[in-house]
């Protein structure tokens, strides 16, 4: 308890590292898995509705899901609450054994790898969308230059840090800057004569996970300072509940106004010179900026436990050595990433990728850990038959969708070629 008492509100600091800051309250920790869950996946919910069929499946695909992402987040704190570890993999290396943890680094690697790719790409976007179509050929006009600057000159400053305690504070703007999005969509609907009327084309159901922010919820459970189940139950709950909110009328609205011809990133589908979207744009783009850090700095926790865990550990872990490794780690994330952003022409080639991975994170890891933990649980028979069941049924469901939705990604891509 020492250790989880010391926790950062930072989310990312690791038990062997010290850290000694106030722990996180609960409105924190509500706004902190909100900005976590408003990503990139925001601007494609509405082409999300489109993937699923229309309005009606969409919205059952969503309710469906809001009962697994509630039950995998209160499963993550419970596995959190019994084992020693404030890292994702760590609860599950420690609940499910060594095999399943080596199989969750991989899987936490290469979703947030992918997520950061994701992130950039949605802000080349929106650089590239400001410039108006306009022709240019100076290399300062490029945004694929203004990209390049940004991640060199802001997004790798921020990452480099041990910790990032201002997420706190900025997890409101990430927020705000979401709510101010799923305004503009919904107002535009209904001032706008232009919209597309009409019955609008079915398409091929798509049934992979919508939003999620599991990544981070053990480090978000062990920063807080009441650890209460009944508390987290609370606060994922309020968390989840504005997700909801927050995407539903987002690809709701999104989806009546474009219809089956809507972008996979909903701002691209305005007009580059309105001015509300250009600040929606804005907005957003800042709100990515500060998410990144979050995204690469989980992954890069990942790749410092294999490099401490190594014969050399031991000295890594010392001031200088521990700072330098963490600086050739972020730089070469945002570098690569960075280059493999430039190169992605569709940002629903990324999410496709994710969406099949995250299940991993929804589904698949909760279940067994919640499977695990039963076996040596002190509870009544009855109970403990209950949540193995549910635990085996959060498993299936989960391959179900990484298949289905791996399956869809490999035939489109195979298709297209």
């Keep these: 308890m020492e250790e989880l008492a010391r926790e950062s509100i930072s989310l990312l600091a690791k038990p ?26 925001l601007l494609n919910f509405p082409w999300a509705f489109n993937r699923a069929g229309g309005i009606g499946p969409a919205v059952l695909v969503e309710l469906g899901s809001l009962i697994f992402l509630i039950s ?14 404030t890292t994702y993999q760590g609860v599950v ?38 410039d108006g179509g306009a022709a240019r050929h100076d290399w300062f006009a490029d945004h694929r230059f203004a990209l390049s600057a940004l ?3 802001v997004i790798l400053p921020l990452s480099i840090p041990r910790e990032i305690g201002f997420q706190k504070h900025t997890s409101i703007l990430g927020t705000l800057a979401a709510c101010y999005l799923m305004l503009v969509i919904v107002v535009k609907y ?26 981070a919820c053990v480090a978000i459970y062990s920063s807080m300072g009441n650890k209460k189940l009944s508390h987290w139950v609370v606060v994922s709950v309020t968390s989840m509940l504005f997700c909801l909110l927050i995407y ?3 690809g709701l609205y999104g989806y009546l106004t474009f219809g ?15 001015v509300v979207v250009v600040i929606a744009r804005l907005l957003f783009g800042v709100s990515i900026l500060t998410i990144y850090p979050i995204a690469l700095l989980l992954g890069r926790s990942v790749l ?25 780690l972020t730089t070469g994330w945002v570098v690569v990433t960075l280059a493999i952003a430039l190169c992605v022409p569709d940002i629903s080639k990324v999410i496709s990728g994710i969406g099949g991975i995250s299940a991993f994170f929804i589904f698949i890891f909760p279940g067994l850990c919640l499977v695990c933990a039963m076996q040596t649980e002190p509870i009544k028979a009855r109970t403990k038959f209950c949540l193995i069941t549910w635990g085996v049924l959060t498993v299936l469901c989960g391959a179900f969708i990484f298949g289905q939705s791996t399956t869809i990604a490999v035939m489109e891509l195979l298709y297209k070629l």
């Design 248 to 250: 539903s009328l987002t």
């Design 304 to 328: 410092q436990d294999v490099c401490l865990s190594a014969k050399c550990g031991l000295a890594l872990t010392r001031e200088p050595h521990e700072k330098g490794l963490r600086v050739v």
């Design 93 to 130: 290396r420690e609940i499910c054994g060594a095999a399943v943890g080596k199989l969750c680094e991989a899987c936490f690697i290469l979703n947030l790898f992918m997520i950061s790719v994701a992130f950039l790409r949605v802000m080349g976007d929106q650089l590239e969308k400001c």
């Design 151 to 153: 991640s060199i000159l």
């Design 190 to 215: 209904y001032l706008d004569t232009d919209r597309i009327a009409g019955r609008l084309p079915p398409v091929s159901p798509d049934t992979r996970p919508l939003f999620q922010c599991h990544e």
């Design 16 to 41: 062997s590292l010290e850290s000694d800051r106030p722990s996180l309250s609960s409105s924190g920790a509500v706004f902190i898995l909100l900005k976590s869950a408003l990503g990139a996946g």
């Design 260 to 274: 089956a011809d809507v972008a996979a990133d909903i701002l691209m589908s305005y007009p580059g010179n309105d």
């Design 72 to 85: 995998g987040l209160v499963i993550l704190g419970y596995s959190t609450s019994i084992s020693t570890q």
